[in-house]
């Protein structure tokens, strides 16, 4: 039975032994190889979710930029319209006088044309969002209101008396606070 296995092995004792170490050797470099992928594979997944991490915070971060752009430049156009119904406010207000006072013409095709004239342009700055504000009566308030004075009255003190200058909002926003005189209470001889 020696003499087979010896000579299944080309015979040779040495070779025998060689063929045994080389063996394990090569299960050791597949084995080594195969922790080295794995490794690098290991690798790679991390690097793909840090990725994946920042990718995902980037694409946050730019949706936050949109948003906060686009309400920038909302904004800024707000101010802008504000600004330009600001100095078109005097024009506004003259509206009403020139509409008083065309009311007094003898001419009735005049007096038609300007009122429709002065209708048009008054309902152009209502429908941008322009409007009067109504403080006469109501108990003052520092937001809507400047005070010029104070009077005494019938009405309540901190109640305003009459209107100086009117005030006016731009879409829900206070454009120019209404300048007014303020109840100090009762006359004194009522007193």
């Not at 470099?29 to 690098?40: I, K, L, T, V, Y």
């Amino acid at each position: 039975m020696k003499e087979n296995k010896l000579s299944a092995t080309s015979g040779h004792p040495d070779e025998e032994k060689a063929n045994q170490s080389q063996l394990p050797k090569e299960q050791q470099n597949q084995q080594q190889e195969a922790d080295n992928q794995q490794a690098s594979i290991s690798e790679l997944s991390s690097k793909i979710s840090q990725l994946s991490e920042q990718l995902l915070r980037l694409h946050a971060e730019f949706d936050n930029y949109k948003k906060r752009s686009a309400k920038e430049k909302e904004a800024l156009l707000n101010h802008a319209e504000s600004n330009m119904m600001l100095r078109f406010l005097p024009i506004y207000e003259e509206i009403s006088f020139a509409e008083q006072e065309a009311s007094k013409l003898s001419q009735d095709s005049l007096k038609t044309g300007i009122l429709l004239v002065l209708s048009k342009l008054r309902s152009a700055f209502e429908k941008e969002g322009l409007e009067q504000l109504k403080v006469e009566g109501q108990k003052f308030d520092p937001f809507l209101h400047e005070a010029a004075g104070y009077e005494p009255s019938d009405l309540p003190e901190g109640t305003v008396v009459r209107v100086i200058q009117n005030g006016y909002k731009f879409r829900g926003e206070i454009l120019r606070p209404a300048v007014v005189i303020v109840s100090s209470g009762k006359k004194k001889n009522e007193n």
